[in-house]
C-alpha cells in the first residue's frame, strides 16, 4: 500500500519480509510489522481467487450515491464498476492511497 510520501505497506512471504525488516532498520528506516494472518495485495491473494470469485458473484454494482475515489484505480468510479472483478483487484493490487 502506498499509503503516502513517508507512508507504504509491504506484504509478502514472511520469511522475505523479516529479511526485508532487518534491512530497513539497518538503514535508519523506521519500520514495524502488522500482524495479520493473510498476506492482502500480494500474489498470496490468487491461491483464493476462484473462492473469492464465487463469494464475490453475488454482487450487483451500482452507480455510488456518494463520490468515490477507487484506489484500485486512482480514478473516480462510476455506475457499475464495483463488480466481483473490482473487488478482487482491490484485495490483489497496491492500494494507491498517495497517488
Known amino acids: 500500500a502506498v499509503n503516502g510520501p513517508t507512508s507504504t505497506v509491504v506484504s509478502g512471504d514472511a520469511d522475505a519480509l523479516d529479511e526485508l525488516m ?9 519500520v514495524r510489522r502488522i500482524e495479520v494472518d493473510y ?16 463469494l464475490l458473484a453475488p454482487i450487483t454494482a451500482h452507480e455510488p450515491s456518494v463520490p468515490f475515489l ?23 493490487q497496491t492500494v494507491l492511497l498517495e497517488p
Not at 498470496?44 to 476462484?50: G, K, N
Not at 477507487?70 to 490483489?92: H, K, M, P, Q
Open 22 to 30: 532487518v534491512h530497513a532498520e539497518e538503514s535508519g528506516v523506521r
Open 39 to 54: 498476506a492482502s495485495h500480494s500474489a498470496h491473494v490468487e491461491s483464493i481467487q476462484a473462492e473469492l470469485a464465487e
Open 70 to 92: 477507487s484506489t484500485v484505480t486512482g480514478e473516480w468510479i462510476d455506475a457499475g464498476e464495483t463488480d466481483a472483478g473490482y473487488w478482487y483487484r482491490n484485495l490483489r
